[in-house]
């Protein structure tokens, strides 16, 4: 399923990303924009030579400590005024934190990488793939996967997978035990672990499973308190470690939050988040369900929405249209809100019309907020011909019923989620037919030119 590619978001106007050497060789590149990029590069590589194409404007960050310089690239038309001071933040962020994984390293002499590159898909086949119906994983998905693999083995670095998942448990008490994390979790990490693990047995390198915890995306739009959230987080942290102690290795599994990829701890230092706030000058968010919100996690969810939503009327036009996926999705989600929020104090004294009415409503509240975050993971089965690639978190197959519960790893192509924004830097306009990225530094180097210096803080050419 495609969710709506309409929008005037940073995210949507987003075209590509490169890595230059400071000798001005294109290291690698990413996005729509790479052939444009490879026939523009004398211009684009020269402060000196103007565009040819002037809707392209570039932001970029020399990084002495790396002696590159990266790069991204967006539609230089601002989506309306006064938004100047939100993109200036948005792209400190990407590029601040921006890893396009271009190594010194080669696989060791004899080393089969492409044996190697195809145990470790098979190695996700068997552990975590969800084989959701009519997916097209076999005809197109495989062969897309594979691709952001080599992009690893071909430089012997090692595999970094995204995970949005674990939010927090449901506010109806009948469908869990408690609040805190449980059995269920313990097996899901123990799978996730155990994946980890079985790539090793055949990748020396090895590889790193980042789960984004989302519950701080969709916590307001499920009845549940940001406190709760954050407490269940812990928690969550606390059983992995236990579970990596006994495992032999507390490194295989790492968290993240929006409050860590936005950089929040920072800025609450050095500015305030009433001030950010105040500066970006960002829309509000409207809230559906009466809970109480932290200042951290109503940021963060005003600051994505800004940032990577998509148009409210394209994906309505979408549904209206009967698209067999998202319509699937909505009423999916429609028929669990109405059930998880059977019980909660919000909608005790209303009708069952109006809880079917206000359930509706937070499903497409839910696809907005979804559609951002999981522009490049998604949370249940997929098409599979995209970078997204729908999981099963334990051994059985059957499906999860919730969509705070199911979840799906996919290769990081594009910077790490440790040190980057993750829906800025897919493509959001991805061709018909897939065009794999490439693979290793060398398939994206042209003639260098002599070093000369680069600013410390991101510029921006058009």
């Not at 020399?62 to 967006?74: E, M």
């Not at 499973?209 to 499920?222: A, R």
């Not at 209303?350 to 522009?375: D, H, W, Y």
């Not at 790490?416 to 991805?430: E, F, G, I």
Request: net charge neutral; glycine share 6%.
């Amino acid at each position: 399923m495609e969710f709506s590619n309409q929008g005037e978001s940073f995210y949507h106007r987003f075209q590509g990303s490169f890595l230059s050497s400071e000798r001005g060789e294109l290291l690698h590149c990413t996005g729509s924009r790479q052939q444009w990029l490879h026939d523009n590069w004398s211009s684009v590589n020269s402060d000196a030579q103007p565009l040819d194409n002037a809707d392209v404007k570039i932001y970029q960050t020399w990084r002495a400590s790396q002696h590159n310089r990266t790069a991204v690239l967006v539609n230089s038309q601002l989506p309306r005024l006064g938004q100047a001071a939100f993109e200036d933040f948005f792209v400190q962020l990407i590029l601040d934190q921006a890893d396009l994984c271009c190594t010194n390293t080669s696989p060791a002499d004899g080393t089969d990488v492409e044996a190697v590159t195809q145990s470790i898909v098979d190695l996700f086949d068997s552990f975590l793939r969800y084989q959701g119906k009519d997916d097209k994983w076999v005809a197109q998905g495989r062969a897309y996967f594979t691709e952001r693999l080599r992009h690893f083995t071909t430089q012997n670095a090692q595999i970094e997978f995204c995970l949005p998942a674990f939010p927090c448990k449901s506010s109806n008490q009948d469908k869990v035990t408690g609040s805190d994390p449980d059995q269920g979790e313990e097996l899901a990490l123990q799978r996730l672990h155990g994946f980890v693990e079985a790539i090793e047995h055949v990748y020396a390198p090895g590889a790193k499973l980042w789960v984004i915890s989302d519950g701080g995306v969709f916590s307001d739009c499920i009845g549940v308190d940001d406190a709760d959230v954050d407490e269940y987080g812990e928690k969550l942290k606390a059983m992995n470690h236990a579970i990596g102690l006994r495992r032999g290795n507390t490194d295989r599994i790492g968290f993240k939050s929006l409050v860590d990829l936005f950089q929040l701890a920072t800025v609450q230092l050095n500015e305030g988040l009433e001030a950010l706030a105040a500066r970006l000058n960002i829309p509000t968010i409207d809230h559906h369900v009466k809970t109480q919100v932290t200042e951290e996690a109503e940021l963060c969810r005003r600051v994505l929405m800004a940032g990577c939503a998509p148009q409210k009327s394209a994906v309505r036009a979408k549904i209206n249209s009967k698209d067999a996926g998202i319509t699937a999705l909505y009423r999916g989600f429609s028929r669990f809100m109405l059930e998880d929020l059977e019980h909660h104090p919000h909608t005790r004294g209303m009708t069952r019309s109006q809880q079917k009415k206000l359930s509706a409503n937070i499903a497409l509240e839910m696809i907005l907020v979804r559609g951002p975050l999981f522009a490049l993971l998604s949370l249940g089965p997929q098409s599979l011909t995209r970078p997204n690639s729908g999981t099963k978190r334990t051994p059985t197959s059957s499906r999860c019923s919730s969509p705070t519960t199911c979840a799906c790893p996919s290769m990081r192509q594009f910077p790490r989620p440790s040190a980057h924004l993750l829906p800025p830097l897919a493509n959001p306009h991805p061709p018909a037919t897939t065009t794999p990225a490439p693979s290793s530094a060398s398939s994206c180097s042209t003639p260098p030119r002599s070093a000369r210096s680069r600013p410390s803080r991101p510029t921006a050419s058009s």
